[in-house]
């Protein structure tokens, strides 16, 4: 018998209302070590959909399963223990502590004979961070936060990591570093899913993408016939020009 998928969800049906549901029947699914990105125009339900499974945004039907076992209604603290974890795009690092200060409190989850040596092994994979531990994580530049968010939620080891808008804010060669970042990640073996507006930085570093439209997963396929569909601009990212919707 197969191995169950690292993550998959079932008729998904999460929002803020019962009676107004964002995310509207979403079938999906992400194989082991898969990198996909989470594409689609604006209130499309893509931030919705990743928080919903990553257990911040109320989850009204359906199923979220990690590795076979369902996790839907779990508080995010018992669905990162379960081996997920999650990077929200905005309040994911705590600016007046230091960079050290924010990774010791990431690792709090973990037995305590874990937290020094997790941490170290962060240093050793971001080394701009450790190169000043002692440094406020406000004073950092936009990408050096999201490198700093990005290892705090690796401290806890996970076998899925989840990222709302990873290059949100940050200047062409800023995202170039942060998306080289998690293709290092997804080759150690870490299944990633990210949403993403930044459609053509993304289709380059992942394996397969999925168009979200009104809530429901309206396209999916390998990142290059995404990228080379002749119509994705208009019909599914809100766009008529297609070389505009890619940029």
């Known amino acids: 018998m197969s191995a169950p998928a690292p993550l998959t969800t079932h008729g998904l049906v999460a929002g803020y209302e019962r009676d107004l549901p964002i995310v509207k029947g979403i079938d999906f699914s992400v194989a082991d070590g898969e990198m996909v990105a989470i594409l689609g125009p604006n209130g499309a339900g893509k931030s919705t959909f990743v928080k ?8 009204f039907g359906g199923e979220v399963r990690l590795n076979g076992a369902p996790v839907a209604g779990l508080k995010p603290n018992q669905i990162i223990r379960r081996g997920m974890a999650f990077v929200p795009q905005t309040e994911n690092i705590f600016a007046r502590l230091s960079i050290r200060e924010n990774l010791q409190l990431a690792s ?5 004979a874990e937290q020094g040596p997790r941490i170290e092994a962060m240093f050793a ?6 190169a000043r531990p002692g440094r406020a994580a406000g004073s950092l530049s936009g990408g050096q936060r999201q490198m700093l968010a990005t290892a705090r939620a690796l401290l806890v080891s996970p076998s899925v990591l989840l990222l709302d808008e990873p290059s949100a804010g940050l200047s ?9 970042t998690l293709k290092a990640i997804n080759d150690t073996g870490v299944t990633i899913v990210l949403v993403e507006q930044n459609v ?15 809530g429901h997963l309206r396209y999916d396929a390998p990142a290059d016939d995404l990228a080379n569909h002749p119509n994705i601009g208009e019909l599914f990212l809100g766009s ?3 070389q505009e919707a890619l940029s």
Do not use: C, H, N, Y
Request: glycine share 4%.
């Open 172 to 180: 062409p060669k800023l995202v170039a570093e942060v998306f080289q």
């Open 200 to 214: 053509r930085a993304a289709l380059k570093i992942v394996s397969r993408a999925v168009v979200l439209v009104d």
């Open 52 to 59: 919903a499974i990553a257990g911040t945004v109320p989850v």
């Open 108 to 112: 709090a989850i973990l037995p305590k």
């Open 240 to 242: 008529g020009d297609r």
């Open 125 to 130: 994979q971001f080394p701009d961070l450790a």
